[in-house]
């Protein structure tokens, strides 16, 4: 039996100590960086309501604030689906235009379960998953014979076929150009058809209903009211998005992970070596529907009605749009790409003439005037020309995306702080990289 010559040196033998001592001291089985990571997710998604009210309530900066439930639900909903994206695109590469059709899938699917079953947000949520598994096995099982640019046009092509059938053929199943919608009549098996006064129950679990709203004030003298809202819906999402957020993590840091990233580092290489990439691509690509999936049965469960214009190629794009805003390939990227865009749609989109007008009223008339009709295609119904400059921006100076851009912030602070340091710098670089 010969020895390992690599596990008599010191500095080797203390490198395998330090890498089992950072796996034990784990939490949840994540990495030091990792949970850091999951932390601050944590943290972030359980203040929101606070967070994005910075304005008083009373103020004319208020209509920037975003805490209120309908957008901060969106905010999470549509994390969770970027989430998904990302693993196929940030990890293998494959750019699919059709992931959209698997959001509609499962909100169509979480419709049915609340017409048919009962309100609870967990029947429709099971069944929307399980729906977009089976569809996004049939469709990435085709798309997947081929890559590139054809890949990315066969997952359209599903995408488009699914929304004419939704719009038009599968009007008994889908509703059509209305929509599926809930009625009186419905069986509802598993739960009342109709409430005590005559209405449809709306989505709860347990009995606890997703529109359930706590306002809480907070007043401070000189300065106005905050109003920060409560919400049930809110809260269940944010907590299905950690969840959803914590097996992004395990799937990226997981064996099942680096053979994704090795088809996207150079497929072809992989294939010679007598490992058939394709089982891995289309378990990526089922998960990533799930996820999809999954984003759709919460849309529903807050709001029970499902169109086909969710399946339309612009919800493929948009998708599209956060990964590569956020950062893909990184894992907090894509939900920081979401939230930006569903800023820009709620928030952005609602400055118009009349508070324009109100801003640069301090100026003198004619000034006003120019400043205005300067500024007002950008802004209102124009908001797609500004996230087109943005995303312009980003792909040309930040190829990371918004993560690159605060990595670089962050070496900018800590260069500054190295050289306030100065003769402990070196010593200071080398705790770093013992750190890492």
Known sequence: MTANPELGRPDAARGTRTAARRERSGFLGLTGRDAGLLLLVIVLTMAAPVLLNPFPATSSLAQFNAGYPDL????????????????????????????????G????????????????????????????????????YVSLRRSGIYFSILTLAFAQMSFALAYSVLTPITGGETGLQLALNDPR???????????????????????????????????GVWAFPFNV?????????????????RIFRSPFGMMLR?????????????????PYTLAAFV???VYAGLAGGLLVSMDPLAGAERMQWTASGEVVLMTILGGAGTLIGPVLGAGLIKYFENIFSKINKGVLEGW???????????????????????????????FMLVVIFLPGGLVEGGQRLGRVFRRSDRKGLGVEAPAADTRAKAEE
């Open 360 to 390: 640069f009223s301090v100026f003198p008339d004619g000034l006003s005037d120019v400043l205005v009709t300067i500024v007002y295609p950008f802004v209102g119904k124009g908001w797609h020309l500004t996230l087109g400059i943005v």
């Open 72 to 103: 901060m639900q969106r905010f999470v909903i549509f994390g969770i689906f970027a989430i998904g994206f990302n693993i196929l695109f940030g990890l293998t590469g494959y750019l699919s235009f059709g992931h959209a059709a698997f959001l």
């Open 233 to 249: 819906g809110y809260y269940f999402c944010a907590a299905v998005m950690i969840v959803a957020f914590y097996v992004s993590i």
């Open 189 to 223: 098996i598993l739960g009342e058809s109709v409430t005590a006064s005559g209405n449809i129950p709306l989505p709860s679990l347990f009995g606890l209903e997703m529109r359930t709203t706590e306002l809480v004030t907070f007043r401070i003298e000189g300065l």
């Open 262 to 278: 090795a088809v996207k580092s150079n497929q072809q290489r992989l294939n010679y070596t007598g490992v058939s990439s394709r």
């Open 287 to 289: 998960i990533s529907g």
């Open 105 to 140: 899938a499962g909100s169509f699917a979480g419709v049915w379960m609340f017409k048919l079953l009962g309100m609870n947000v967990l029947l429709a949520i099971g069944a929307s998953m399980a729906v977009a598994a089976l569809f996004s096995l049939m469709v990435g």
